[in-house]
C-alpha cells in the first residue's frame, strides 16, 4: 500500500491513485473542529471498452467514514457535490462501498472525509484508512451507477436475467423496459401500459446494503 500525503484537502490537490493498490491515509484531527479535513484522490480511467470502477473504504474503526464519487471538474466549483455517495453506515463507524460506477476515460475523483452533520465536531481519528479501488471492463447487463433518475436509467432487455446492487443508503436504480411491436408479450406489455416504455424502479431502506436480480 501507499500512504497518502497531505495536502490533499482540495481537487487540485487529489493523490494518484492506482487501480489495485491500497492507499493508506488519514482523516486528520482539524484545529478547528469547524472544519473537518477531506482526502482527494485521482485515478486516470484508460480510453478503451466501457470500464467500472468499484472502490471499498475501511479501517479508521471510530470514525463514520463517507466516500464520495466527484465530478471530474470539482476544482471549478465552489462546493462539489457528489455525483455518488456511500454512507451506508450514516453516523455510525463502518466499511464503504462504491459499487459499478459507470466511469468514463480520463481522471475519476475520488474523496474521503468524515460524515458531516449540524451542531456536531469534526473530530478526525489517529486511525488510519485503507482505499482500493479496483477497473474492469463493463459488462453488456452491469448494473452502473449512477441510474437512480429516469433520464440516467439503463435498459432492460426483454427476457434478459440482470443482478444489481443497492449498495448504499437510499440508493435507487432505475431501469427501462421498451415495448413495441417486438412479442406478444411486448405487445401486451404496451397495451397495459399505453406507453413506450415501463420503468422498473428499486429503492434501498435507509442503512441497508441489498443485492437484487431482475428477470
Keep these: 500500500g501507499s500512504r497518502d500525503q497531505e495536502p490533499n484537502d482540495t481537487p ?8 489495485g493498490v491500497t492507499a493508506v491515509g488519514y482523516v486528520d484531527v482539524p484545529a478547528d473542529p469547524a472544519e473537518g479535513d477531506q482526502d482527494w484522490y485521482r485515478l486516470e480511467v484508460p480510453e478503451g471498452p466501457a470500464q467500472r470502477l468499484d472502490v471499498v473504504l475501511e479501517g479508521a474503526e471510530d470514525l463514520d467514514l463517507v466516500l464520495e464519487w466527484m465530478p471530474a471538474d470539482s476544482a471549478t466549483q465552489r462546493r462539489p457535490k457528489a455525483i455518488v455517495q456511500a454512507d451506508l453506515t450514516e453516523k455510525a463507524p463502518g466499511a464503504e462501498r462504491l459499487v459499478g460506477l459507470r466511469v468514463p476515460a480520463g481522471p475519476a475523483l475520488l474523496r474521503v472525509r468524515e460524515g458531516w452533520y449540524k451542531r456536531r465536531d469534526r473530530t478526525g481519528s489517529a486511525l488510519p484508512y485503507r482505499l482500493t479501488a ?13 441510474n437512480d433518475r429516469e433520464a440516467d436509467a439503463q435498459t432492460l432487455p426483454w427476457s434478459a436475467h440482470v443482478q444489481g446492487r443497492l ?6 436504480d432505475v431501469w427501462r423496459v421498451t415495448v413495441g411491436d417486438g412479442g406478444a408479450g411486448e405487445g401486451t406489455a404496451a397495451d397495459a401500459v399505453n406507453a413506450d416504455a415501463m420503468r422498473l424502479r428499486v429503492q434501498a431502506p435507509v442503512g441497508v446494503g441489498m443485492a437484487f436480480t431482475v428477470t
Excluded: I, N, T, V
Excluded at 449498495?167 to 435507487?172: F, I, N, T, Y
Design 12 to 19: 487540485q490537490q487529489a493523490l494518484a491513485l492506482a487501480a
Design 167 to 172: 449498495a448504499q443508503a437510499k440508493d435507487r
Design 134 to 146: 479496483q477497473l474492469s471492463e463493463a459488462g453488456p447487463f452491469d448494473e452502473l451507477e449512477p
